[in-house]
C-alpha cells in the first residue's frame, strides 16, 4: 500500500533532540529508568536515549491491543515480566502513539503496584481527538490527526516498522 509522508525523519530528528534536552533537564541527579513499550517504541526509545545525557536505566514492557487497521482497538495484553527494580525509581515510559490512551492508562496503574518514586510518560505522536481515558502525555512530540500512520516503530500488520518517517496508509 501506498504511504503518504506527514513527519519527516529531519523533522523526528529535530523533535527527539529536543526531548531529549527537556528530559535531561527534569531528570538531573534523579533515578531516572526509562521503560520502553515493545514493539512500537523500539526506534523512538534508542534515538531518545543517546539524547538523554542524565544516567539512566532501562526496562521493557510489551503491550499489545491486537488491533489490524486503525480503528477498534482490542483486548489488551500487557507483559511485565522480567523488569528491572523499580522501587524508588523515577520511571519515564515511553510509547510510539497515544491513540485511545489504554495502553498507556494501563500500564502506569500497572507500574504503580512497583512503588516507583513517580511515572510521566512520553510518546512521540498524540491522536488527541481519539482519546477515551482522561490522560495527557508529560511529553509528546507531535499532535497528529486522526489518521492511521505507519513507519519509525510504527506499524500496520507488523509491516512499514522501519520506514524512517511516519507516513500516512492509503488504501
Ligand atoms: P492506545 O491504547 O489506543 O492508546 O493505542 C496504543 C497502541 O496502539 C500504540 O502503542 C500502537 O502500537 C497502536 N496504534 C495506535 N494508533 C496507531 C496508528 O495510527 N498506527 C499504528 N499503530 C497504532
Ligand atoms: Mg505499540
Not at 521493557?60 to 528491572?84: C, D, I, K, M, N
Not at 492508562?105 to 481515558?133: D, G, N, T, Y
Request: with cysteine; hydrophobic share 40%; proline share 5%.
Amino acid at each position: 500500500m501506498p504511504v503518504r509522508e506527514l513527519i519527516s525523519a529531519a523533522e523526528i530528528e529535530r523533535a527527539v533532540t529536543d526531548l531529549g534536552k527537556r528530559v535531561s533537564l527534569d531528570y538531573a541527579d534523579q533515578p531516572l529508568t526509562v521503560l520502553g513499550v515493545l514493539s512500537g517504541s523500539i526506534m523512538l526509545v534508542a534515538d531518545l536515549m543517546r539524547r538523554v545525557t542524565v544516567p539512566h536505566k532501562l526496562g521493557l514492557v510489551q503491550a499489545s491491543s491486537y488491533r489490524g487497521t486503525a480503528t477498534s482497538p482490542g483486548e489488551l495484553s500487557l507483559h511485565l515480566e522480567g523488569l528491572p527494580d523499580l522501587t524508588d525509581r523515577d520511571i519515564l515510559l515511553v510509547d510510539d502513539i497515544l491513540d485511545t490512551g489504554r495502553t498507556l492508562a494501563a500500564l502506569m496503574e500497572s507500574l504503580r503496584q512497583r512503588q516507583p518514586r513517580s511515572i510521566r510518560s512520553a510518546v512521540l505522536l498524540w491522536k488527541k481527538e481519539r482519546s477515551q481515558v482522561d490522560l495527557t502525555p508529560d511529553y509528546h512530540c507531535f499532535d497528529i490527526p486522526d489518521e492511521f500512520v505507519v513507519g519509525y516503530g510504527l506499524d500496520y500488520n507488523d509491516e512499514y516498522r522501519h520506514l524512517p518517517f511516519i507516513g500516512v496508509l492509503e488504501n
